[in-house]
């Protein structure tokens, strides 16, 4: 396995490839990877795919308030975990990916102001704008993402169909821990305490789904169900129940609907789903 920084040579490997009729495999990440990136990995070499794992912690979706100097770094240690199952590492730098600053972004209207576009303005901008770099950069035959963050893979996926991209686009379940907790790089940030009561996201999600089993649909009688479980452990920055293609709110809950939340335990931000 190569570990690249320059776009020149990554381009280089994958035409390299390319010559030999090889499949190409997109997995972008922000790194500090858990099992839940790994699972996307894995998924791609199982494939059978050229895989490229991308590692970079992109500043254009960070807001000035959040993390971005904190995002964990941890390149020799992702480089050991994944080695089995990855051909090359992309871990170029901010200068790299952005030399010229950052005067061109791609902007979705509609979805990307939903859920937590409704509270990070422009965070989808920057991912939005990441991607398609990568995707330019790397020119895979298909992109991996996980449904932890449902909305990004709703709006990778619309940008990949709208800009006519001929990459297929790879939808990977969400994994959790034992616990119930979703695999986050931010569940670092929790000691004993914090992660147990962060335990309340999934825990309102499992009320909701029970609820919805026994045939509640009523969505304000299912969101207010929700919040009995979120409060007081956790602060809510939303809890919906969206259409899992427009992510418009519906108001009668059905099968194939998105369950989504966002809560800050303490100071980290911690976002979860379910699709009922």
């Known amino acids: 396995m190569k ?3 320059n776009i020149t040579e990554l381009r280089a490997l994958v ?17 500090n990877l858990h099992e839940g990136h790994l699972s996307l990995i894995k998924k791609a070499k199982e494939d059978k795919n050229f895989v490229v794992t991308s590692i970079f912690v992109n500043p254009t979706q960070f807001g000035p308030n959040e993390d971005f100097n904190s995002y ?27 030399p010229s600053g950052t005067g061109m972004i791609v902007t979705e209207m509609e979805k990307s102001k939903r859920l937590c576009g409704s509270f990070r ?17 790397c020119e895979p035959n298909s992109v991996y993402f996980g449904l932890k963050d449902y909305q990004q893979f709703v709006l990778v996926s619309d940008m990949i169909a709208k800009l006519n991209l001929d990459i297929k686009m790879v939808g990977c379940p969400l994994l ?16 004993v305490a914090q992660r ?41 920055q939303y809890f919906e129940i969206v259409d899992p ?21 303490d100071k980290v931000r911690l976002i979860d789903n379910i699709i009922l």
């Open 245 to 265: 293609k427009s992510l418009e709110d519906v108001s009668v809950a059905s099968k194939g609907c998105v369950v989504a939340v966002a809560a800050y335990c």
């Open 3 to 5: 570990v690249v920084q």
């Open 72 to 98: 964990p770094r941890t390149l020799d240690a992702d480089a050991e975990k994944i080695t089995p199952y990855c051909d090359v590492i992309f871990a170029p730098t901010v200068q790299e990916m952005y």
């Open 176 to 191: 959790r821990e034992k616990d119930g907790l979703a695999m986050s790089s931010r569940n670092s940030y929790m000691d």
């Open 196 to 236: 147990n009561r962060a335990l309340a996201l999934v825990g309102s999600l499992r009320k909701v789904k029970e609820l919805f089993d026994g045939g509640i649909t009523d969505v304000v009688h299912l969101k207010a169900q929700a919040l009995q479980v979120l409060l007081p452990k956790v602060s809510p």
């Open 121 to 137: 303005a422009g965070h989808f901008d920057g991912v939005l704008t990441v991607v398609l770099k990568l995707l330019n950069i």
């Open 15 to 31: 035409a390299e490839q390319k010559k030999h009729c090889s499949s190409i495999a997109l997995v972008p990440t922000m790194g």
